[in-house]
T-cell receptor, first 116, second 117 residues
Framework: KAGVTQTPRYLIKTRGQQVTLSCSPI?????VSWYQQTPGQGLQFLFE???????NKGNFPGRFSGRQFSNSRSEMNVSTLELGDSALYLC???????????????FGPGTRLLVL | GESVGLHLPTLSVQEGDNSIINCAYS??????FIWYKQESGKGPQFIID?????DKRQGQRVTVLLNKTVKHLSLQIAATQPGDSAVYFC????????????????FGKGTHLIIQP
């Protein structure tokens, strides 16, 4: 089975621009979560999508948004980029089935965003 | 000037020795814990998980121990190999929201494991 894929792998933008990142989950997985990884803050949860709906959200400003399509692919958008948005953006997929216990999340390789 | 960044604890072990990586978690309501390995330029890779109704779980060459009393988690790697060099993260989840399913994980700062030949 193919793993989680993310495009593009690298991106350079300037302050004020917007950016869209894409994530294709493992086949059969319906939940996609996004994380931001920086040297200062480590790995932080952005949001999770399931069945085209945002199900959970971390503590990031509204400039960070996302969506999920009917095939479970997800996109993340950051508007009005700031220097501090430079980071590795990771997506993770899981089955997303309901139940008492959590499921293993599988990560993609990430998109490295540099804001100049 | 001094650079500001994440200071990762480092653990240096001899090849073939056992490694023990420790993690303290913050939320007593957390009931699911995972260890991830992240190699340079890659995303985190799942190693092993444990639920709060267990205190030990074993995988291939790895063992995770959970001590809920002191909110401590450890990862033991047997017979450490050069390919084990990576940053290791523990992650916790405070429980499924209503309806269950995957929630956001809270990650620790990570430990950089260095293998000495």
């Amino acid at each position: 089975k193919a793993g989680v894929t993310q495009t593009p792998r690298y991106l350079i933008k300037t302050r004020g621009q917007q950016v869209t990142l894409s994530c294709s989950p493992i086949s059969g997985h319906r939940s996609v979560s996004w994380y931001q990884q920086t040297p200062g803050q480590g790995l932080q949860f952005l949001f999770e999508y399931f069945s085209e709906t945002q199900r959970n959200k971390g503590n990031f400003p509204g400039r960070f948004s996302g969506r999920q399509f009917s095939n479970s692919r997800s996109e993340m958008n950051v508007s009005t980029l700031e220097l501090g948005d430079s980071a590795l953006y990771l997506c993770a997929s899981s089955l997303g089935t309901s139940g008492r216990f959590q499921e293993t999340q599988y990560f993609g390789p990430g998109t490295r965003l540099l804001v100049l | 000037g001094e650079s500001v960044g994440l200071h990762l604890p480092t653990l240096s072990v001899q090849e073939g020795d056992n490694s023990i990586i420790n993690c303290a978690y913050s939320n007593s309501a957390s009931d699911y814990f995972i260890w991830y390995k992240q190699e340079s330029g890659k995303g985190p890779q799942f190693i092993i998980d444990i639920r709060s109704n267990m205190d030990k779980r074993q995988g291939q060459r790895v063992t995770v121990l959970l001590n809920k009393t002191v909110k401590h988690l450890s990862l033991q790697i047997a017979a450490t190999q050069p390919g084990d060099s990576a940053v290791y993260f523990c992650a916790e989840n405070i429980g499924a929201q209503s309806g269950g399913g995957a929630d956001g994980l809270t990650f620790g700062k990570g430990t950089h494991l260095i293998i000495q030949p």
